[in-house]
């Protein structure tokens, strides 16, 4: 039997992974010589094993055709007797040759890649992207939806660039109409004086949506004005974070590619490490455990921890209900951001507050649980905080994940806010309410307490700057210096939305 030998290799660990057998049934395979042994070196990638065995890529049919004979009742002795028929040789050097793009930087890809958000905002890109579509250093552009890649190819990117611009942007369009919608993409087009709009209507209409699928191709040709034409296959491959965008070479073969997209984790995070920082509008939301009790000294260490997980985990499950993204947790607290959507840009202003609402819930809930637990007294309270701005929005990277991170002035306003709340209120900014679409604000109810003990009432629908409402020493206590001026109300309710068709 002759066996024809293939250039390219897998590693050890995606072969166990692909073909479901253990490491040691992989090594009595070697040991029986139905399979060659490993060409083991180096992966270029720091901080994994410092040693990977690397096969053939045929090594997979070869496993799944033994254990197909296994099934069929025959033995392993008579498995290798029928695979000894035929001589297996691998040179090293052929090994050594092959570029495998499982293990490669992200940095080192060779052909333009962009990567954008369920908004279609660029969050990643390389030179070569930048190069061959856009003419400008798209990273260095501040707020992410200027970085739109709609926007920035009706702008100025395929139609002084490119003779077949509509082929280019119709390719681009049958997938973005798996994220957006026709008014969407008009809507950004009216934010261009010179953007074609009947054109840009009439290709999206034209334009079939692919299928469904984690990864699609389509062939792209590009035509420059000056310059030769090129082939490409443009791929696509869907991530939670966003779309990956290949635009490779017509030539390249496509195992290259798919062994590119087979190590998805490993791309994710070498995607995530250089996402560009954002100047954003957002909403944050900080919530600040209260408690008649220190619990720090009023429980055991393994009851506090498990405390504080328990408002920690039950309040990121309500964040992710709610739209949100939880941030960096605070001391014995939590902070969550909501960011504006593609199809209802002010959405997320309401979001935050009927978060805040189901928080109040849940602490409430817990409270009650805690109680019987303990049989005391104390009572568990968040007192929250609600701001909005835009902020510089970014990743940082840790030895476990990346954590989304904001920079700015809203960050720490809205943490003082949860300082200045107490008794489990809940306090939105002025700037938050008067954003809020006008249907949203009606539902919500808002005020400030005025009096003083028993005798306090609320006077709906007004707002009091910080200073207004505790003394100076207070101020300086509760270090409040910073949101003296800040115009603020307290949410009292929020009801939910009446059904027309009732």
């Not at 250039?7 to 995606?14: A, M, N, Y």
């Not at 090594?59 to 055709?65: A, M, Q, S, T």
């Not at 509509?166 to 809507?187: C, F, N, P, S, Y």
């Not at 934010?191 to 949506?209: M, V």
Request: charged share 25%; proline share 5%.
């Amino acid at each position: 039997m002759t066996v024809q030998l293939d250039s390219k290799v897998i590693s050890s660990k995606e072969l166990i992974a692909r073909t479901g057998i253990s490491r040691a049934t992989l090594n009595n395979y070697i040991s029986l010589n139905l399979i060659p042994a490993p060409s083991v070196r180096k992966p270029e990638e720091p901080g994994g094993p410092t040693k990977i065995g690397y096969f053939p890529l045929w090594v997979v049919e070869r496993i799944e055709k033994i254990q197909e004979l296994k099934g069929a009742g025959m033995r392993m002795t008579a498995i290798a007797d029928h695979f000894s028929k035929g001589e297996v040789e691998v040179r090293e050097d052929e090994i050594a040759e092959v570029e495998d793009f499982a293990y490669q930087s992200i940095a080192k890809i060779i052909f333009p890649a962009i990567l954008v958000n369920q908004r279609w905002e660029i969050i990643w890109i390389n030179q070569m992207a930048e190069r061959e579509f856009f003419n400008e250093p798209v990273h260095e552009i501040p707020t992410a939806a200027n970085r739109n890649i709609l926007r920035l190819f009706l702008q100025e990117g395929l139609m002084r660039r490119f003779r077949n611009w509509k082929e280019i942007l119709g390719a681009h369009l049958r997938l973005a109409k798996r994220d957006l919608t026709e008014d969407r993409v008009e809507q950004i087009c009216r934010q261009i004086e010179t953007c074609p709009i009947d054109e840009l209507r009439q290709l999206w209409r034209q334009s079939k949506p692919l299928q469904e699928r984690p990864i699609t191709q389509q062939e792209l040709v590009l035509r420059p004005l000056k310059g030769k034409t090129t082939r490409h296959t443009l791929f696509s491959s869907d991530f939670r974070e966003g779309t990956l965008l290949l635009y490779t070479p017509f030539s390249m073969q496509l195992d290259q590619i798919l062994n590119l997209l087979m190590g998805r984790e490993r791309l994710v995070k070498a995607l995530l490490s250089r996402r560009i920082p954002s100047l954003t509008p957002l909403c944050i939301l900080s919530g600040r455990l209260e408690s008649s009790l220190h619990l720090r000294t009023a429980l055991p260490p393994h009851e506090y921890f498990d405390l504080i997980n328990q408002v920690i985990l039950a309040s990121h499950q309500c964040f992710k209900d709610h739209g949100g993204t939880p941030g960096r947790s605070i001391q014995e607290g939590v902070v969550c951001f909501f960011l504006s959507g593609p199809d209802s840009p002010r959405q997320y202003l309401h979001s935050a507050i009927q978060c805040s609402q189901a928080l109040k819930q849940m602490i409430a809930a817990l409270d009650k649980r805690w109680k019987y637990k303990k049989v005391w007294k104390n009572n568990l309270q968040l007192n929250m905080g609600i701001h909005c701005g835009e902020e510089w929005l970014g990743t940082i990277p840790s030895s476990l994940a990346f954590e989304f991170t904001v920079m700015g002035e809203t960050l720490v306003e809205t943490v003082n806010l949860s300082e200045f709340a107490d008794g489990g209120s809940i306090w939105a900014s002025k700037k938050l309410i008067e954003n809020m679409l006008p249907e949203d604000r009606q539902r919500v109810e808002f005020g400030v307490r005025l009096g003083t003990g028993r005798e306090k009432f609320i006077s709906p629908g007004i707002y009091s700057q910080v200073r207004e409402l505790v003394s100076g020493d207070e101020l300086q206590r509760k270090a409040l210096e910073e949101i003296r001026n800040l115009a603020v109300t307290e949410i009292i309710n929020v009801h939910p939305a009446v059904d027309q068709d009732l």
